[in-house]
């Protein structure tokens, strides 16, 4: 089985704050991703990585970024965290067939 | 741009009974179409999928079609039970051609009332 672990699952933090959102991958795939799930706007691409290092821009990249040192790990970051960066974010991979597998996802709260 | 059109976003249907959700794409380059089960608190969870070359796939309760021509997909769930209650999301994706875009549906939130 595909597994995507998504450390924090529910986080509060103050507007302004840095805030770093993990995922682990344990399947040596090369493709990860992170969305970000809104009611009434499904799952929206924010940054995706074909390899250690590399990175790409999705759909809303603004006032986020990545960092992908190691194979298994991608991070998502939030420089300064805002009120509208409240959301469910979801980290994914692509697996045999390019297939994409999703983490349990973490709720972030942002006041 | 590139889209990817989900009805109904809300679906009730009484156990035991079929449910049927619709999803319309835009890209022609498409060629991979999956499904995925969002259960409450938890991440979207793969239960079928599509490729091209196929206009239909069945696994147990669930089944998916294709019309390439007309760029819809379904996907059927039969006998319905209070468990399938969950929000469903349909997926579009042109893989094999370098790139790794999904466009994914709004959801469809389904009950299965008892």
């Known amino acids: 089985d595909v597994k995507v672990t998504q450390s924090s699952r529910y986080l509060v933090k103050r507007t302004g704050e840095k805030v770093f959102l993990e995922c682990v991958q344990d399947?040596?795939?090369?493709?990860m991703f992170w969305y970000r799930q809104d009611p009434g706007l499904g799952l929206r691409l924010i940054y995706f990585?074909?390899?250690?290092?590399?990175?790409e821009k999705g759909d809303i990249p603004e006032g986020y970024s990545v960092s992908r040192e190691k194979k298994e790990r991608f991070s998502l970051i939030l420089e300064s965290a805002s009120t509208n960066q409240t959301s469910m974010y979801l980290c994914?991979?692509?697996?045999?067939?390019?297939?994409?597998?999703f983490g349990e996802g973490s709720w972030l709260t942002v006041v | 741009g590139e889209n990817v059109e989900q009805h109904p976003s809300t679906l009730s249907v009484q156990e035991g009974d079929s449910a049927v959700i619709k999803c319309t794409y835009s890209?022609?380059?498409?060629?991979?179409f999956p499904w995925y089960k969002q259960e409450l608190g938890k991440g979207p969870q793969l239960i079928i999928d599509?490729?091209?070359?196929?206009g239909e796939k069945k696994d147990q309760r669930i089944a998916v079609t294709l019309n390439k021509t007309a760029k819809h997909f379904s996907l059927h769930i039969t006998e319905t039970q209070p468990e399938d209650s969950a929000v469903y999301f349909c997926?579009?994706?042109?893989?094999?051609?370098?790139?790794?875009?999904?466009?994914f549906g709004t959801g469809t939130r389904l009950k299965v009332l008892a």
């Open positions: 994914a991979i692509t697996g045999t067939g390019n297939t994409i597998y």
């Open positions: 399947m040596d795939h090369e493709n």
């Open positions: 990585s074909y390899d250690v290092k590399m990175k």
């Open positions: 890209d022609s380059a498409s060629n991979y």
């Open positions: 599509i490729r091209s070359n196929v």
């Open positions: 997926a579009a994706s042109p893989i094999g051609s370098g790139t790794y875009k999904y466009i």
